[in-house]
């Protein structure tokens, strides 16, 4: 095999095979989950708690404490988002895009720093503060934490807190030993650039509904 191959691919060689096949599944529903984001569809949340609920399994097993709380929270968020996007407001009409408004921001900052406080008291409890990738997973679970929160409430915001987490995610999980979980973030990164500026177009014209 080539040297480029060896690289990618070592860190599985110790890996049970049922366990890359659970991660290449969560990496493929994740990828949906995304795409159908970024299109406004429903169908974001269905597939996202596919791929949520590999990770929380494979993350559980790699004690990966902090990415495993994250994965959860979006499969809880997931539920939440699912019922928001399919709530009828009053004018009968379903939630548009919007931007985030003065109260929610307030919302929003402290959902982040008690993400931080949540991450930093697993951290302590676990003893593994020795490892420096557990300050980076405090810093991006806030950010995923927030970015999750403000796309359950269809806030356009949402993908600049996915988009800066994306960023840091793809050398953070290489560095894990999950590779395709890393490319993952890399493809990520692009389509939430993409979902930006697709909500950002939705946004300045007229908004729209979820369809299914």
């Known amino acids: 095999m080539s040297p480029v191959f060896d690289f990618l691919f070592e860190p599985y060689q110790n890996y049970l095979l049922a366990d890359i096949i659970i991660e290449a599944l969560g990496v493929f529903f994740g990828f949906l989950s995304v795409w159908y984001s970024k299109q406004n569809k429903i169908a974001v949340f269905p597939t996202g708690m596919v791929s949520t609920g ?56 402290w959902l982040g720093l008690g993400t931080v406080l949540l991450v930093f008291s697993v951290y302590t409890l676990t003893n593994r503060w020795t490892v420096w990738t557990a ?12 970015g999750m929160w403000l796309m359950a409430k269809r806030k356009i915001e949402n993908w600049i807190f996915w ?14 030993g999950l590779v395709l979980t890393s490319f993952q973030f890399t493809l990520f990164t692009a389509l939430a650039i993409w979902g930006y500026r697709s909500w950002k177009h939705s946004l300045d014209n007229k908004p729209q509904a979820a369809t299914v």
């Open 163 to 176: 988009i800066i987490g994306d960023i840091i995610s793809v050398p953070l999980y290489f560095y894990k």
């Open 54 to 109: 590999l990770f929380v399994y494979l993350l559980w097993q790699a004690t990966l404490w902090g990415d495993m709380l994250i994965n959860a929270y979006y499969f809880l968020m997931s539920i939440y988002g699912w019922y928001y996007w399919t709530r009828k407001a009053e004018d009968t009409i379903q939630h548009p895009i919007s931007e985030t408004t003065a109260k929610e921001w307030k919302t929003t900052i």
């Open 135 to 146: 300050y980076v997973d405090t810093f991006t679970t806030a950010l995923f934490f927030v």
